[in-house]
């Protein structure tokens, strides 16, 4: 979720932006852009002489905060963006069907990292399931076989230690611990990264392994509104106008049709309030300019996205 800071750094450069170049009467302008309001002594020093070879007038602009924040009722309970991890583990079967007394062989590799998972699925007996993603026809097979066929499965996912060796440990203790699979398949280490698997049952095996890693999604629970104000001083009236002109152009736009992007993401709101002169009582031969501005802005959580390794399939018979 954006923060209040993050909500002025987008306007601070956006502010940043806007000024660049400007000059008055041929002369150009030194403006600071910062964040919180400014000190007497960065105040004062706008109202000084031209400073520099060539003379520069000094400006100064500062992004601060009203100090209030609320709820807004106008927000989407919907998914803003999803990042998807590729797994960093690689896993090859050498062969998907197994015949009584076959062997075939898992060899895991790759660069393994927090998050990757395993799944096997031993299917025994029955007609071999085909990818679900071919049409109905492979579907309908699917689905037959689950509904006929003994299955089970086991998944894979190391604790400290995230080595292809990790995996072919823990799938020889998983396999071992299965409540089916372990009257199915006898696995044996071969190497650090390879496991032997016999099919020492009286069935067809049909194997199947999946890899994938954890990801996440942002999601937008709510939105805020806090108001931010815009001052700039200025060492003559031109300069202020030199300075304001371009602020309430980049307001305007931004009200329409520039929202600021902000690091999470998302998109800030910026909406124009009011704006005004401000020249009693202010440090001598400084010009004051304000803006009064709302900016709204998404109050998000990240959710983690698990990874899917074992398909599940319900059917229900006549």
Do not use: C
């Not at 987008?10 to 000024?19: C, G, M, P, Y």
């Not at 797994?87 to 898992?106: D, F, I, K, N, Y």
């Not at 009236?237 to 304001?244: F, I, K, T």
């Amino acid at each position: 979720m954006a923060t209040a800071h993050q909500i002025h750094a987008v306007i601070q450069a956006a502010v940043s932006t806007a000024l660049a170049g400007v000059t008055v009467g041929g002369v150009a302008l030194n403006i600071e852009v910062g964040i919180g309001w400014p000190s007497a002594k960065a105040v004062q020093n706008v109202g000084r002489a031209p400073t520099g070879t060539p003379p520069k007038l000094n400006g100064l602009v500062s992004i601060y905060d009203h100090g209030k924040a609320h709820d807004a009722t106008r927000w989407l309970n919907n998914v803003i963006s999803r990042t998807l991890v590729p797994p960093g583990v690689t896993s090859v079967l050498a062969a998907t069907v197994l015949a009584p007394g076959a062997v075939t062989t898992a060899t895991f590799g790759g660069s393994p990292k927090a998050g990757d998972g395993v799944g096997l699925i031993v299917s025994a007996g029955g007609a071999q399931a085909s990818p679900l993603s071919g049409g109905i026809a492979q579907l309908q097979l699917g689905l037959a076989q689950a509904a006929t066929a003994p299955t089970d499965a086991v998944v894979v996912i190391p604790g400290n230690v995230i080595t292809p060796a990790a995996y072919a440990s823990d799938l020889i203790t998983a396999i071992g611990a299965a409540p089916r699979m372990k009257d199915w398949l006898l696995p044996t280490s071969t190497s650090a990264d390879v496991v032997s698997l016999l099919n020492y049952s009286p069935y067809t095996l049909y194997l199947q392994m999946n890899v994938n890693s954890l990801g996440s999604q942002l999601q937008e629970v709510g939105r805020r509104k806090r108001g931010v104000g815009i001052v700039l001083f200025a060492p003559t009236e031109a300069a202020r106008e030199a300075m304001g002109g371009p602020i309430d152009s980049m307001l305007a736009a931004m009200e329409t049709q520039d929202w600021p992007v902000l690091p999470d993401g998302t998109y800030a709101r910026i909406t124009y309030v009011d704006d005004g002169y401000q020249e009693g009582g202010v440090v001598g031969d400084v010009y004051r300019y304000d803006f009064s501005l709302d900016a709204e802005y998404s109050t998000t959580v990240s959710d983690i996205l698990y990874p899917i390794l074992v398909p599940s399939v319900t059917v229900q018979l006549a």
